[in-house]
Each structure stands twice: as C-alpha cells, then as structure tokens.
C-alpha cells in the first residue's frame, strides 16, 4: 500500500492551486488542518450542497474565505468553481495552474474532477478508497488536475467517525449498529424523513423498526439490525433522500 500522505505531499509541493473537496452535511470532520496549513493558495470546494439547508451553506461562506459549493452529482456549482481557479490564477499572476485535489475517502473528488471536465476521466466508486495512485488529468487548456488517493487525519481513527464522514466502507467495520445509533441521535430529522417513521427512544430499537419496514429479517422473524444498520449507513453516505 502507498504511503499517502508521502504521495500528498508531494502533490502539494507540485501544486499552484489545491482544492480541498468536504462534505457539506460534516464540514468541520472533513477537513484535513495539518494539511491545509501547508497549502499556500486553498480553495475549499463544499460538495454534496444540494443535502443540506441553504442557511447552512450562507454560514459557512463567513467562516471560509474562499470556498465553492458545488454538487457533482447534480453538475451545480462547477462553473463558479473554474471561475474561482482562474481568479485566483490570474491574482497570483499563474498562466497555467496546476491544480491539487485532495480531500477523504469518498467525499467525491474524483467526481468533482469528471464535472469540471464535463465527462468521465477520473474512475469514481461509491466504495471509500477507490483511488490508489496519482492521476493526472488536462481541463482544456487552461489547467492539470492532480487527482490524490483519500487520506485520514492521525486523530480519526475511530470506525463510526470514519463511516460518518465516508471514510470507510460500513460493511467492513466489526460494530456497525453503533455507527447507526449514532447517526439516529446526532441526525434524526434525516432519519424520520428517509425512513418515514417516528423515531424509538432507544437508537437500538429504531434500527429495529427500520429492519422491519425494510422487511430485513433473519431467523425466527426477528429484525436483522446488523443488516439495517449497514444500509442506514449506505444510505447516509451516499446521499439517499
């Protein structure tokens, strides 16, 4: 396995511009400091906008200085993005920027680099960790992307942080109930909408709930939580309404 935060640092050495890509609905758990204090001209790029109250986003333009939001998913925000790039470009007197992108597992960088290229180029998977190696990639003639494999700040080890923030895939994680109960708690409104019930006082018992409706059952009729909790999981990082 390649070190990656060799591999990142490389690509920060070789960059005029980098994006760093976070998660709209967790900003804060997505973004990487130790990184970014080493990035001399940052652009935070907010995808996934379209999950999130619009209240939300007019916030967090006070506390980030140059930020775009964007939905690769929906192709909204992409323009306002290479605008963005070419400003920056232009103010810091940069002909042709090489461009850095980096971000966590499954923010969906490698689906901001297919939007701003208007077709596929980067491999994309809904599965944390899909890329493995640097790729290199021409947007017109106006700037190179550098696509880096995800990376994971030393302080987040924990597996349901890393499954809440996309980082890690939930099926492979030994307790996936509890990343699920602690998604109920900290996201219920999500939770009610997207499963159309109303919630148990026990996390636990509305996973049980969720299990039933899904008619996710195992031995004996009883509701398989293990088997719903991985699919609330799934559901949760990859956007389902």
């Known amino acids: 396995m390649p070190n990656f935060n060799a591999i990142v640092n490389k690509v920060l050495k070789r960059s005029d511009i980098v994006l760093e890509v976070l998660d709209a609905r967790f900003i804060d758990e997505t973004r990487n400091k130790g990184i970014e204090e080493n990035i001399k001209i940052l652009i935070h790029v907010i995808n996934k906008c379209d999950l999130v109250e619009k209240s939300y986003l007019d916030s967090i333009k006070k506390e980030l200085e140059n930020c775009v939001f964007v939905s690769a998913r929906e192709y909204l925000g992409t323009t306002l993005l290479k605008q963005k790039i070419r400003m920056l470009a232009n103010k810091n007197k ?32 809904p599965e944390a960790g899909y890329t493995r190696a640097l790729q290199y990639l021409r947007v017109g003639r106006d700037f190179l992307l ?18 809440l923030i996309g980082a890690k895939n939930p099926a492979t994680i030994e307790d996936p109930d509890l990343a699920a109960m602690k998604l109920i708690k900290s996201n219920p409104r ?6 159309k019930i109303v919630l148990k006082k026990d996390p636990e018992e509305t996973i049980k709930l969720i299990a039933l409706k899904g008619n996710m059952k195992k031995k004996g009729n009883l509701p398989d939580v293990e088997r719903a909790s991985i699919k609330i999981l799934h559901d949760w990082i990859n956007g389902k309404k």
């Open 94 to 125: 940069i002909k042709k920027p090489i461009i850095g992108v980096i971000g966590y597992p499954n923010v969906g960088k490698s689906s901001i680099i297919n939007a701003l290229k208007g077709k596929s180029s980067a491999g994309t998977s």
């Open 146 to 163: 550098i696509d880096t494999p995800g990376v994971i700040s030393k302080g987040k080890t924990k597996d349901d942080d890393l499954v």
């Open 190 to 195: 999500y939770i009610e909408k997207k499963y």
